[in-house]
């Protein structure tokens, strides 16, 4: 099992800057992939961001530019560093442990992102 924790979530004013944190734990395993994703109330969960144990990152096309994604390998901690944030980008944010050798994922309980206008 791995278990997330992530931080860092908040209300923060459009324009603004907010930085999350995941933390796994347990049994982690590498060759890996960790993730951040956002879910609105009656939408679909969206990427946001992954990136390898590697150091190979993607991100969805409407993050680019605002989104940096990195990790910490000996933490096993990823970071979501979120700038010029807008009202839209309002969701609760979900980090994801993908196990490449247990060809499982893992998922946080999610941690709230308030833009306000």
């Known amino acids: 099992q791995v278990q997330l924790v992530e931080s860092g979530g908040g209300l923060v004013q459009a324009g603004g800057s907010l930085r999350l944190s995941c933390a796994a734990s347990g049994s982690i395993t590498s060759p890996n992939r960790m993730g951040w994703y956002r879910q609105v109330p009656g939408n679909q969960r969206e990427l946001v961001a992954d990136?390898?144990?590697?150091?190979?990152?993607n991100y969805a096309d409407s993050m680019k530019g605002r989104f940096t994604i990195s990790r910490d390998n000996a933490k096993n901690t990823v970071y979501l560093q979120m700038n010029s944030l807008k009202p839209e980008d309002t969701a609760v944010y979900v980090c994801?442990?993908?196990?490449?050798?247990?060809?499982?994922?893992?998922w946080g309980q999610g941690t709230q992102v308030t833009v306000s206008s």
């Open positions: 990136i390898t144990s590697g150091g190979i990152a």
């Open positions: 994801n442990f993908d196990d490449f050798l247990r060809r499982f994922i893992f």
